[in-house]
Structure formats: structure tokens, C-alpha cells
């Protein structure tokens, strides 16, 4: 059945859930861009105008989780509580997160948290830099140890509660 006159937002929601039933049964890498977008009910075209790639709707959903629970005035003020959303939203998710790092996907989650911590140094054209300081290095510390934080708690099934999460990676 071929869904027709939605909104963004809702054919983006069915191309990731489509995405999301294949990979439970079939290798990320043997999805075709055909398949998800017949399991999700668009034509093709439709896909290609709302991803690029099946990469793309993975990293799409990534942001789209931590984006809902940005709170940037509590970065600096309150770690733990800055980060707390985070691993509550991935947790809230945790059917995908598994399948995301089980298809070797994780990596994706560093440009994920690059945009959630408005870091964009590393992609930043040559002539645009600022001269880096020891904040922009200390963010990037903390980027790359939330994400390998991550990357852990995948590996081990999302055992610890968002809360234990968030303590640790606060206390560190």
C-alpha cells in the first residue's frame, strides 16, 4: 500500500521504522533503499527526497532523539543534568540503539553529538577556524568520552539506567 499526501515528518517516521523492521531480520548492508521504502509504503523517489542514504536515516533518527532533549544552559552549570536526556532518550529507543550498533552503525552517533554539543570545529573549513583554547579541547574530550561511554554501554546491551549513565559520565 503506497501512502500518499503526508507530511514530512510522518514519511520520515515511516522510512525509519521500515528501516528499523528490516534490520531486525537482514544485514544493514543487504537492505536495499527498494525494500525500505516498500515496507514503509512510499515509491522510491519519495525516499531520495527525504534521505540520502540508509545511512542518513540513521544518523536523521540519532539527531532527531537528541535534539528533543537539548538544554544548552545547563552544559556548563550542570553536567550531569545536561547529559542525563541523552542517555534517557537513547534508552527510551533502546530496540534501535541496539540495532544501530549491532549493524556497526555507532560511529554515526560522534556527528550525532558534534551537533548536540555545537561542536563543528572538525568540520570546519581551514579559512573559518578560530584559534583553538583549552575549552574547545575540553569539549572535544568530553564529546569523545561520551561517545565511547556510549559505544560501551551498546556493547554491553544498555545493562545500566540512564541515571547510572549520567553519574559516571558526570563524575569523570
Avoid at 499526501?5 to 527498494?34: R, T
Avoid at 573559518?128 to 559505544?151: E, H, Q, S, T, W
Wanted: charged share 25%; aromatic share 12%.
Amino acid at each position: 500500500m503506497r501512502r500518499k499526501n503526508l507530511d514530512h515528518n510522518l514519511i520520515q517516521g515511516y522510512i525509519e521504522e521500515a528501516l528499523f523492521k528490516l534490520m531486525e531480520n537482514k544485514d544493514f548492508v543487504k537492505i536495499s533503499v527498494g525494500e525500505i521504502a516498500e515496507v514503509a509504503g512510499v515509491h522510491r523517489a519519495t525516499f531520495y527526497r527525504h534521505f540520502s542514504s540508509k545511512e542518513d536515516i540513521v544518523e536523521q533518527y540519532l539527531a532527531n532523539l537528541l535534539t528533543s532533549s537539548q538544554d544548552h544552559a545547563l552544559l556548563k552549570t550542570n553536567f550531569k543534568a545536561y547529559i542525563l536526556p541523552v542517555f534517557q532518550a537513547l534508552y527510551d529507543h533502546k530496540r534501535e540503539m541496539l540495532l544501530i550498533h549491532h549493524a556497526h552503525l555507532s560511529t554515526l552517533l560522534c556527528h550525532v553529538l558534534e551537533d548536540y554539543f555545537d561542536f563543528h570545529e572538525i568540520s570546519m573549513p581551514t579559512e573559518l577556524k578560530k584559534p583553538l583554547n583549552i575549552d574547545d579541547y575540553a569539549m572535544a574530550y568530553r564529546i569523545g568520552g561520551i561517545y565511547f561511554c556510549l559505544v560501551l554501554w551498546l556493547s554491553h546491551d544498555m545493562h545500566e539506567t540512564p541515571e547510572e549513565m549520567a553519574q559516571m559520565a558526570a563524575s569523570l
